[in-house]
């Protein structure tokens, strides 16, 4: 699963307008999400979720959290990003501490980038050494979408990862909420590792 991402975007979680899109109301989606059992019409149901700008409700989805289909699992983890429903950041944190895949675990991240509270962010501090590209990376995009200058000294960790794409990410976390206090000493530091790192990317 390890490979090199350079785009900040690709963590995060875009909806479109149901007007976009043409889908329909998200209230009736998760009326049919409640009765609902077909493995492939879960995925269709979720994933016409998964646009909309806000889900209110995500009671419906909370259980296929935890669904046996790797697939269907994705896409309701995902959904929660989109939830103001303060129950979906409690579940995405309750799949962080007991994923059944790493995939698990990056969608939880992502979401957690959208919906996420000050609450989320020890558990995404602990995954920022994850033996994972994806897992450290997404777990870093989030706390940079969530934190602030409080969390310099996490992404300052976060650069001596090995993983030239998490320092990448740690280097764009600390871009965003660091100062020249912290940013000066850190390119005095790091820099020589960084450019190692991008020429045997590159390579």
């Known amino acids: 699963m390890a490979h090199a991402i350079h785009d900040l975007t690709e963590y995060a979680i875009t909806p479109v307008t149901a007007s976009e899109s043409g889908l329909p109301d998200a209230g009736l989606l998760l009326d049919q999400l409640a009765t609902e059992e ?23 989805v909370l259980p296929l959290t935890r669904h046996r289909s790797s697939l269907v699992r994705h896409e309701a983890i995902t959904v929660l990003g989109q939830c103001s429903d303060p129950r979906a950041e409690e579940a995405l944190l309750g799949v962080l501490a007991d994923p059944h895949d790493d995939y698990d675990r990056i969608s939880a991240n992502a979401a957690l980038g959208q919906c996420g509270s000050r609450a989320a962010i020890p558990a995404l501090a602990a995954q920022i050494h994850d033996r994972v590209d994806d897992v450290k990376c997404s777990a ?10 409080s969390l310099v000294p996490v992404f300052l960790d976060a650069l001596s990862d090995r993983s030239s794409t998490a320092k990448w990410y740690a280097m764009h976390a600390i871009e965003r909420h660091g100062n020249q206090l912290t940013i000066r000493p850190v390119c005095a530091a790091h820099l020589p590792a960084l450019l190692h790192g991008f020429l045997m990317f590159i390579s």
């Open 38 to 60: 077909r493995h492939r019409q879960l995925e269709a149901i979720l994933w016409k979720l998964r646009q909309m700008p806000e889900v209110r409700d995500c009671g419906p």
């Open 140 to 149: 870093i995009y989030a706390l940079m979408e969530l934190g602030d200058s």
